[in-house]
């Protein structure tokens, strides 16, 4: 669906599953521009799970890290998204800086979705798939 040298975005229609990787650390301007494709994916499909792979970000600029606490998690709340599980990478710090994103997003009541992080692929995409109870 979207292919950069630094991100990509990949749908399973059928699967009802969208997955994107980071490839590098990345500036903020690609942050945003990966973000926002992400953001045009979901509303375009109407994808409900989705899995983030962040292993290879790296560290987050802090105008990157504003602006995905705010902007991008409420642009995902205005899609069909339900659940967003993302891989983390192996530095503590780096995981640190994602997870304050997060719960600041938390914070500002602009998750309207479940997320949840993980260091590996296999349970990520395990939750991601899980059936929501009803």
């Known amino acids: 669906m979207y292919t950069s040298d630094f991100y990509t975005i990949e749908v399973d229609i059928e699967g009802n599953l969208l997955q994107s990787r980071w490839h590098r650390p990345v ?18 499909t109407n994808i409900e799970h989705a899995v983030a792979n962040a ?17 991008f998690y409420e642009l995902l709340s205005q899609t069909a998204l339900k659940k967003l599980a993302r891989i983390l990478p192996e ?4 995981q ?33 798939r899980e059936k929501e109870k009803v």
């Open 27 to 44: 500036s903020d301007q690609e942050i945003k521009a990966g973000g926002l494709k992400l953001y045009e994916a979901l509303r375009e």
């Open 55 to 71: 292993q290879h970000l790296g560290a987050i600029p802090s105008t990157a890290k504003d602006w995905l606490s705010s902007t």
């Open 96 to 128: 640190i800086a994602l997870e304050s994103v997060v719960t600041r997003a938390e914070a500002l009541g602009v998750t309207k979705f479940e997320v949840k992080s993980f260091g590996n692929e296999q349970d990520a995409f395990a939750w991601a």
């Open 91 to 94: 530095s503590v710090f780096h």
